[in-house]
Structures are given as structure tokens and as C-alpha cells.
């Protein structure tokens, strides 16, 4: 007997061949058994689609395309500002612990809401919701997905004032001064497009070939690059006071404002992964079965989390050393960071290894992000690949010349995306996995435990039931009283 919300590819395969492998008698086949035929047919052309789609060339292609989408311009940008702000490693502690409760099992939703209907996030939904409730799910995954192209409508821009960087310390230039940069629409729009035309072409190579294949080269160049940049940054002079005001505890720095730092620690472990708006869920149907998702999130937690923790041995003896505040906030990057490079002993090559390691993390994320976009609407229209892809690079590139030409777009679309768009989307997620509305606890566990590796903890039961939705409506009001 089937049980869940759901019914499970194996029972489905059992009832089409019992209702086609049964006889019928001749006079028999009344038109309650044709409708039921019809409805099977229906059932097995949907798993026949399934066994077709398209899955991605390796387990190790999975781990870098998802990990690319996590590890992007927070991890870098943001980081290591908040944990400055808030009493470094004091921080980083209370951070690791939300991290766990709160981004591992969002995080698990999206893949298994992907891996178990194959399709993106407004697909999963209107796939696997409740028959009562299938409408209204239906539309708030359109809404959640909408979500993907308000982010790339202004981290498109970001990144080209990472690649004008990048390019300017190749040609041994030094970095822009920032205030100009922003007050050239012409320059900006050239770097953006360049940031949405690499994206559409390699999208338009196709799953295994252009974006896992490039991605994963991607990461690995990313690492490496991280890698010997800690290297340098630790042999500077004055490295170890970094040190100490990155990894001992300085507790009466957090104290002096606990919920700010709470919930500042509570914000990046929910926004690092880029949960809540199905980026995820379409990774999740390209994977297989053989390994759980709660392994493989795992995974990708903990490739994110060395990111930023390595980013942050880079940042804070490099300021340290070089009389830089850490708290300056995301002019670190563009402003503080340049300073840096002009007295250091071979600058400007080290500015471009910075600055392309910071061009490679942010460009991981916009293919991700077109992916998820170009996936699901190849999902819901059928149409082809290249004609989706290139649609969707000629809507962004229209709709983000606003964000280049006017200055205060970008700070208005961040606030509503990261305030309002993830904290909602992975609510909206985390109540259709644990209630009878939508897909339902014991399905969605079953789901992520499935494969080789650790099962979905029973303890995320009520966590994710209860103390999840309100940590994150915690988060939301919290991020706006800031405001």
C-alpha cells in the first residue's frame, strides 16, 4: 500500500502495469476503466519524462556546482565585516551553530523538493503539494522563482565592477577609484553585459558540458587561488594582531550588542546558502539517488563555510598589517582592500589574484542562478535550451541597465531580495516540507535519507517544524528594525 503525501515512483510503476496488464473482459470496459487508463497514461508518460532528465556528469561536479551557487560576494564581502563588527571568533561560533540548525536542513529541503520531482521549485511544488492545496502552491513557487531574477538584476552589476577591477590589475594598473567607477554608466553596463553574456554562453552549452564542466573548473581555480592568497596574507608583518581579532573570542565586543550579533549570525548562516529561492531545487533534480542528501549538504556546507573562514585569513591579517579597519563594510573590497595593494611588495599581482578569485566566486553564482532560471522554464514551456538561455540573458541584460543607471536601485533591489525575498521563500519552503498542505514531513525525510551516507537527523523533526519558521520571521523583523 502506498503511503505519504506523495506516491513513490515504484508504487506508481505497480498500479500503471496493473491497470494495463490486467484483461478486460470484452463489453466490460466502461468509461470509469478508460478514465483511469487515460489518468495512468498520464502517470507513466510523467515517470517516462523523469527517467529522461538530464543528470549531471559526477558527484564531484554536483558538490562544486551547488557549492558555487553558495560561495559568492557574502562569503567575502560580508563576512568578514559582520564578524569584525561583532567580536571575530565570538562570532564565527554563533554563527557555525545557526549554520547547522538552521541553513543544513533548509538547504536538504530544496534538493530533495528537486530530486524528488525532477523539476524546479515551481514545478516541485504544484508537483507534490496536496491536491486541496495544489493552486496556492503552485503560484507562491512562481513567486519564490521570480526571486532569481530580482538577484541577477543587480549582482550582474557587481560583478562587473569585479571584473573592471580584475582586468585593471592584469594590465598592472591600479584598482579604480570606486566613486568613479560608479559614476561611469558606460563603463559599468560594458563589465554587466560582459558578466550576462559569459553566463548565457556558457548556459547555452548545455547541463554537463557548459555548466557543470565550467563550474566545477571554476571552483577548484577558486580554491587554489584562495588557498595561496591565505598563504600570502599570513607571512605579512603584523598578521598574527589579525589573528588574534579573527580567532580568539572577544566576548564583551558581542556582548555589548547580543542581538544585533545574534541576528546578524542568524542572517549570513541563512543567506550564505542562497536558500529560499529554489536555486537549489534544481541542482536537486539533477543528482540521483545514490548518495542522501542530508551527506550531500553536508558537503556543500562545509566547502561554503572553509570559503568564507579561509577568506577570512586573507581579510584580517591583511588589514591588521596594513592599518585597515575590518568593520568598514563592503567598501573593505572595493576601496580599503586597492589601499592594501598599493604598498604591498608585488601589489598588483596580488590584487588580481584577489580580485579574480572574487570574479570566479561571483561569476559561479550568476551561472548557477541563470541555471536554476534557464531550467525551470525549459520545465514549464518546453521550449529549447538555446533559445531559453538566450531569452533569459537578453531579459536580464534589459532589465539591470536601471541598477547601473541609477545608483540607489542597487541598494533598493538588495534590501528587498535579502530582507524580504530569502527570508519569505525559505519560509514559504520549510512549511511546505513539514505540513500536510504541501508535501509532508515523512515524505520529504525519506527523501533527503535516501542513498548511500547519513540519514536526515529524526532530532530536525520538530526543529524544522517549529523553531525554524520562527527563526527565520526572526531574521525578517530583525533585518527591517535595522533598517
Known amino acids: 500500500m502506498c503511503k505519504g503525501s506523495a506516491v513513490s515512483l515504484g508504487c506508481a510503476h505497480d498500479v500503471v502495469k496493473a491497470v494495463f496488464d490486467e484483461p478486460i473482459a470484452p463489453g466490460k470496459q466502461d468509461a470509469r476503466v478508460l478514465r483511469l487508463r487515460g489518468s495512468c497514461g498520464i502517470m507513466r508518460k510523467r515517470m517516462e519524462e523523469k527517467g529522461r532528465r538530464v543528470k549531471l556528469g559526477s558527484r564531484l561536479g554536483f558538490l562544486m556546482l551547488a557549492a558555487g551557487c553558495a560561495v559568492g560576494l557574502g562569503n567575502v564581502w560580508r563576512f568578514p565585516f559582520i564578524a569584525g563588527q561583532n567580536g571575530g571568533a565570538a562570532f564565527v561560533i554563533v554563527y557555525l551553530l545557526f549554520l547547522v540548525a538552521l541553513g543544513f536542513p533548509l538547504l536538504t529541503a530544496e534538493l530533495a523538493l528537486g530530486r524528488a520531482a525532477r523539476r524546479g521549485v515551481s514545478g516541485a511544488m504544484r508537483e507534490l503539494a496536496a491536491e486541496r492545496y495544489r493552486k496556492f502552491w503552485a503560484v507562491l513557487g512562481v513567486v519564490i522563482f521570480a526571486g532569481n531574477l530580482l538577484l541577477m538584476l543587480y549582482y550582474t552589476d557587481v560583478a562587473g565592477w569585479l571584473f573592471k577591477y580584475a582586468g585593471d590589475y592584469l594590465r598592472g594598473k591600479a584598482g579604480t577609484d570606486f566613486a568613479t567607477l560608479l559614476k561611469s554608466p558606460v563603463t559599468c553596463s560594458g563589465y554587466m553585459l560582459l558578466a550576462v553574456g559569459l553566463a548565457t554562453a556558457i548556459c547555452s552549452l548545455g547541463v554537463r558540458n557548459g555548466v557543470e564542466r565550467v563550474t566545477k573548473f571554476m571552483m577548484l581555480a577558486l580554491l587554489a587561488l584562495l588557498g ?121 599581482a596580488w590584487g588580481f589574484a584577489f580580485f579574480l578569485f572574487l570574479s570566479l566566486a561571483a561569476l559561479t553564482t550568476i551561472i548557477a542562478v541563470f541555471e536554476c532560471i534557464i531550467g525551470g522554464l525549459i520545465d514549464e514551456f518546453g521550449r529549447s535550451r538555446l533559445r531559453t538561455t538566450v531569452a533569459v540573458g537578453a531579459v536580464v541584460a534589459a532589465l539591470s541597465i536601471p541598477t547601473v543607471l541609477f545608483e540607489p536601485v542597487l541598494g533598493w533591489e538588495d534590501f528587498i531580495f535579502g530582507q524580504f525575498w530569502l527570508p519569505l521563500g525559505s519560509f514559504a519552503i520549510c512549511i511546505f516540507v513539514t505540513r500536510s498542505c504541501g508535501w509532508g514531513y515523512a515524505a520529504f525525510s525519506e527523501e533527503a535519507s535516501a542513498g548511500r551516507g547519513m540519514r536526515f537527523p529524526a532530532a530536525f523533526g520538530p526543529l524544522m517544524r517549529w523553531l525554524v519558521p520562527v527563526l527565520i520571521l526572526g531574521t525578517l523583523v530583525a533585518g527591517l528594525v535595522g533598517r
Not at 565586543?253 to 550579533?261: E, I, S
Not at 550564505?272 to 558537503?299: D, K, N, P, Q
Open 228 to 348: 595561496v592568497l591565505a598563504v600570502k596574507a599570513l607571512t605579512l608583518p603584523g598578521a598574527a594582531q589579525g589573528l588574534r581579532f579573527y580567532l580568539a573570542p572577544d566576548w564583551a565586543r558581542f556582548a555589548a550588542h547580543p542581538w544585533k550579533a545574534i541576528f546578524d549570525a542568524m542572517g549570513q548562516a541563512f543567506f550564505t546558502l542562497s536558500t529560499g529561492v529554489g536555486c537549489m531545487t534544481i541542482f536537486g533534480s539533477y543528482v540521483g539517488r545514490e548518495h542522501s542528501l542530508a551527506l550531500e549538504s553536508t558537503w556543500i556546507i562545509a566547502i561554503d563555510t572553509s570559503v568564507a573562514l579561509l577568506a577570512g585569513l586573507v581579510i584580517f591579517p591583511a588589514c591588521a598589517s596594513y592599518g585597515v579597519d575590518v568593520t568598514s563594510g563592503p567598501g573593505l573590497i572595493f576601496i580599503a582592500l586597492p589601499n592594501v595593494f598599493e604598498h604591498m611588495a608585488g601589489g598588483r
